[in-house]
């Protein structure tokens, strides 16, 4: 049921959204996140790589587990590897639930795994050439939260 | 059959490029010893996770490579 894309070129965000809102017409309630490349900070490409044998498996492994957390009744999953330029997406997760409260903790869920728990490395072009990104500790406690509440 | 090296992420600047072949041996113990100081040292770092044939290793000290694997150096992720 889930919809899980590894993109190698651009995505139209609003495009797929439309989509999704149109194949979830039942449901009472549809959240979505967009991450782009953010513009400024002196930040001239982003470039995301990802191993082909790990990265969509673990995806996909990912959307296997939110559906079974939550009652979505539609699930989008949309992740670009290569170079990206200020402005572009980078991600898109978009959730269809009966009530809000699934739609938008499945794609909370599915955020903080895609950026700390998901097959990718980020490196980002500044005007003295390129730099690797790594995790922040705050991706680590984003992550944590989620072992708290199912040890509740 | 040689084995396949795949360094993702940083180690790829650290090994000059993002595959390599190297003769094969039995253990990732012996992999690491036949490469260069530097790179043996990065990749052997803790939080160094390896995958063989795209499975993640559990424990690398027990592992057996075998001819022809794909062995991948995979550092922190940073996704999203």
Same mark, same amino acid.
């Given at each position: 049921?889930?919809?899980?894309?590894?993109?190698?070129?651009?995505?139209?965000?609003?495009v797929?959204i439309?989509?999704?809102?149109a194949?979830?017409?039942?449901?009472?309630?549809?959240?979505?996140?967009?991450?782009?490349?953010r513009?400024?900070?002196?930040?001239?490409?982003?470039?995301?790589?990802?191993?082909?044998?790990l990265?969509l498996?673990?995806?996909?492994?990912?959307?296997a587990?939110?559906?079974a957390?939550?009652?979505?009744?539609?699930?989008l999953?949309?992740?670009?590897?290569?170079?990206?330029?200020?402005?572009?997406?980078?991600?898109?997760?978009?959730a269809?639930?009966?009530?809000?409260?699934?739609?938008?903790?499945?794609?909370?869920?599915a955020?903080?795994?895609?950026?700390?728990d998901?097959?990718?490395?980020?490196?980002?072009?500044?005007?003295?050439?390129?730099?690797?990104?790594?995790?922040?500790?705050?991706?680590?406690?984003?992550?944590?939260r989620?072992?708290?509440?199912?040890?509740n | 059959?040689?084995?396949? =090296?795949?360094? &993702?992420?940083?180690?790829?600047?650290? @090994?000059?490029?993002?595959? /390599?072949?190297?003769? *094969?041996?039995?253990?990732i113990?012996?992999? =690491?010893?036949? &490469?260069?100081?530097?790179l043996?040292? @990065?990749?052997?770092?803790? /939080?160094?996770?390896? *995958?063989v044939?795209?499975?993640v290793?559990a424990?690398?000290?027990?592992?057996?490579?075998r001819?022809?694997?794909?062995?991948?150096?995979?550092?922190?992720?940073?996704g999203?």
């Amino acid at each position: 049921m889930a919809d899980v894309r590894l993109l190698t070129g651009s995505f139209d965000a609003a495009v797929e959204i439309e989509r999704f809102l149109a194949a979830n017409g039942e449901a009472g309630g549809v959240a979505s996140f967009i991450g782009r490349v953010r513009p400024g900070g002196g930040v001239e490409a982003l470039e995301l790589s990802h191993y082909e044998p790990l990265t969509l498996p673990g995806m996909q492994a990912l959307a296997a587990e939110v559906e079974a957390r939550w009652q979505v009744t539609g699930l989008l999953i949309v992740h670009r590897s290569g170079v990206m330029l200020p402005g572009e997406a980078i991600v898109l997760v978009a959730a269809a639930a009966h009530h809000r409260r699934e739609a938008i903790e499945a794609v909370d869920f599915a955020m903080d795994h895609l950026k700390g728990d998901s097959w990718f490395w980020k490196r980002e072009k500044r005007a003295d050439g390129w730099h690797w990104i790594e995790p922040r500790e705050r991706d680590f406690s984003d992550l944590a939260r989620w072992d708290e509440k199912s040890a509740n | 059959m040689p084995l396949r =090296l795949v360094f &993702l992420g940083r180690l790829a600047d650290v @090994a000059g490029a993002g595959e /390599r072949e190297v003769a *094969a041996v039995p253990s990732i113990a012996a992999l =690491l010893a036949g &490469l260069e100081p530097e790179l043996s040292a @990065a990749l052997g770092a803790a /939080r160094i996770r390896i *995958a063989v044939n795209g499975n993640v290793v559990a424990d690398r000290a027990m592992f057996t490579l075998r001819d022809g694997d794909e062995v991948a150096f995979l550092p922190p992720v940073s996704g999203g």
